[in-house]
T-cell receptor
Framework: TQLLEQSPQFLSIQEGENLTVYCNSS?????LQWYRQEPGEGPVLLVT???GGEVKKLKRLTFQFGDARKDSSLHITAAQPGDTGLYLC?????????WGAGTKLIIKP | EAQVTQNPRYLITVTGKKLTVTCSQN?????MSWYRQDPGLGLRQIYY???????DKGDVPEGYKVSRKEKRNFPLILESPSPNQTSLYFC?????????????FGQGTRLTVV
C-alpha cells in the first residue's frame, strides 16, 4: 500500500508567523498536488509539481517537490487568518491519486 | 460555471434504509470518483469510473454501489447503510488521469446513519 504521510496533522499559529507542512512517502510520484479545503466545501487545487526539485510560488505560499519526487513541502510566509483550512497533498504514482490525511491549519488574528 | 453538484448536502437515515447520493458534473469529464473523508484518515476512494459503463473499486468499496450510465452522472448507492458508513462523502471529476489532471470536487454530503 502506497502511503503519503503529512505532518504536522494540526498546526495553530499566530498571524504573521511562518510555517512549513510536509508530505512524505517512500514511493516515487509522477506528480504531486496540494489542495486546500475549507469547512463545508470540497478540496480545491492550489498547485501541481511535476519535476524533481521544482519550486512553485503562489503569493505567500511556496511549494517544493523533492529531488527524488518522493516528498513535498508547503511553506507559508507571514500567515494570514485567510490561510486557515485543511491542506491536503495528493501524489500520483501512475494514474490514481494517493491522498495524505491532511494538515489542519488555524491562523489566529 | 464549471462545477460538480452533489445532493443532498446533509442526510440522516436509519440502518438498512437504501439511499442514493447523486453527483453530476458539467465539464464533460471522463473520470469520476467517490471518496469518503473521516477525521485522521483523509480522503479514501470508494469507487471510480474512467468512462460511461466503466467502473472499478477503490480502496474502501464494501457496502457501496455505483453506476455510470451517462457521462455527467455518477450516483453512489448504499443498499443497506450501517452506522460505520457515517461520514463526509465527496464526488470528484477530472478530465483524465494524467500527471497534471486537476480533480474538481463537489461540496460534500454529510451522511449520518443511526
Amino acid at each position: 500500500t502506497q502511503l503519503l504521510e503529512q505532518s504536522p496533522q494540526f498546526l495553530s499559529i499566530q498571524e504573521g508567523e511562518n510555517l512549513t507542512v510536509y508530505c512524505n512517502s517512500s514511493s516515487v510520484f509522477s506528480s504531486l498536488q496540494w489542495y486546500r479545503q475549507e469547512p463545508g466545501e470540497g478540496p480545491v487545487l492550489l498547485v501541481t509539481v511535476v519535476t524533481g526539485g521544482e519550486v512553485k510560488k503562489l503569493k505567500r505560499l511556496t511549494f517544493q517537490f523533492g529531488d527524488a519526487r518522493k516528498d513535498s513541502s508547503l511553506h507559508i510566509t507571514a500567515a494570514q487568518p485567510g490561510d486557515t483550512g485543511l491542506y491536503l497533498c495528493a501524489g500520483r504514482p501512475r494514474y490514481q491519486l494517493i491522498w495524505g490525511a491532511g494538515t489542519k491549519l488555524i491562523i489566529k488574528p | 460555471e464549471a462545477q460538480v453538484t452533489q445532493n443532498p448536502r446533509y442526510l440522516i437515515t436509519v440502518t438498512g434504509k437504501k439511499l442514493t447520493v447523486t453527483c453530476s458534473q458539467n465539464m464533460n469529464h471522463e473520470y469520476m470518483s467517490w471518496y469518503r473523508q473521516d477525521p485522521g484518515l483523509g480522503l479514501r476512494q470508494i469507487y471510480y469510473s474512467m468512462n460511461v459503463e466503466v467502473t472499478d473499486k477503490g480502496d474502501v468499496p464494501e457496502g457501496y454501489k455505483v453506476s455510470r450510465k451517462e457521462k455527467r452522472n455518477f450516483p453512489l448507492i448504499l443498499e443497506s447503510p450501517s452506522p460505520n458508513q457515517t461520514s463526509l462523502y465527496f464526488c470528484a471529476s477530472s478530465a483524465g488521469q494524467g500527471a497534471t489532471s486537476e480533480a474538481f470536487f463537489g461540496q460534500g454530503t454529510r451522511l449520518t446513519v443511526v
